[in-house]
């Protein structure tokens, strides 16, 4: 499976042209692998390629690794307990990256996310697709576009610059 068959990451990954990308588990290397051959020059390390690495030693590992403009995430969420995965998430979106996307399976109930555990954590779901007679939802963290700033969270709301000096509070 490559990114071809997943057009919503497809587009995003053209959007944004990462010049690094980590790939986390076994199912990931083929969508980073499809990214790679229309950007040879971008820049893809691989984690956790066999699905071997759980918990505690899957974090450790990727403490190792550095900042990428993009993660890709296949594969992992769906064997490893709750704390983990959360825990894995976090790191991603506040040590790892920018914008990152995990894709996860919904034929057969194969994981025990439920979206608005996902959207707790701070992502967005961007798309449904139907890959091979497999549905795969994909949920993915911009940080960009994480949080807009409210229309109360300025100066004309709050503030009040022009009573600086004229009123003690």
């Not at 497809?10 to 990308?21: A, G, K, Q, V």
Request: positive net charge.
């Amino acid at each position: 499976m490559g990114t071809q068959d997943l057009p919503d990451l497809t587009r995003r990954l053209e959007l944004h042209r990462p010049e690094s990308l980590l790939a986390i588990g076994p199912r990931a290397g083929a969508l980073a692998a499809a990214y790679l051959s229309a950007h040879p020059d971008c820049r893809i390390e691989h984690l956790d390629t066999r699905g071997t690495l759980g918990g505690e030693r899957l974090l450790k590992v990727l403490a190792r690794h550095g900042r990428f403009d993009f993660i890709i995430v296949r594969g992992v969420l769906e064997r490893v307990d709750a704390d983990t995965g959360a825990h894995l998430i976090a790191r991603l979106r506040d040590m790892h990256s920018r914008r990152f996307c995990v894709v996860l399976p919904v034929n057969g109930g194969e994981h025990r996310w439920q979206s608005s555990e996902l959207i707790a954590m701070g992502l967005v779901h961007w798309s449904r697709e139907t890959v091979k007679g497999s549905v795969l939802e994909v949920y993915g963290f911009d940080l960009g576009t994480y949080k807009a700033t409210p229309d109360w969270l300025n100066a004309r709301h709050w503030a009040h610059p022009e009573q600086w000096g004229k009123n003690r509070w």
